[in-house]
Nanobody, 121 residues
Framework: QGQLVESGGGSVKPGGSLRLSCKAP???????????MGWFRQAPGKERELVTS???????NYADSVKGRFTISRDNSRKTVYLQMNDLKPEDTALYYC????????????WGQGTQVTVSS
């Protein structure tokens, strides 16, 4: 009820594409538009890492590992953040989460369940 809800994951072959969605919980609807939002991922045995972020002014930032392949976007009217992932690689396999970010880029809210992305031939 109070968590961000991620969806859109799945299993694809290398080179494939997926589009993830992240819907904000009702409790943050009124503050969603100004929020810095980000997508994180956690691969087995690794720490969760920030992959990309988008400001309230639609300025985006990407980790080097996904630059040129992933695109973050947001629809403030739908309180939703998207992640378009193209040219997926096996190393992109992970559980993907979204969250709002503080000014120091720390997650602001409780984590959702995430959505699994598996890239394998």
């Amino acid at each position: 009820q109070g968590q961000l809800v991620e969806s859109g994951g799945g299993s694809v072959k290398p080179g494939g594409s997926l589009r993830l969605s992240c819907k904000a919980p009702r409790m943050i609807f009124s503050v969603f538009s100004p929020l810095l939002m980000g997508w994180f991922r956690q691969a087995p045995g690794k720490e969760r890492e920030l992959v990309t972020s988008i400001t309230s002014g639609f300025v985006t930032n990407y980790a080097d590992s996904v630059k040129g392949r992933f695109t973050i976007s947001r629809d403030n009217s739908r309180k939703t953040v998207y992640l378009q992932m193209n040219d997926l690689k096996p190393e992109d396999t992970a559980l993907y989460y979204c969250n709002a970010l503080s000014s120091t880029r720390e997650p602001k809210y409780d984590w959702g369940q995430g959505t699994q992305v598996t890239v394998s031939s």
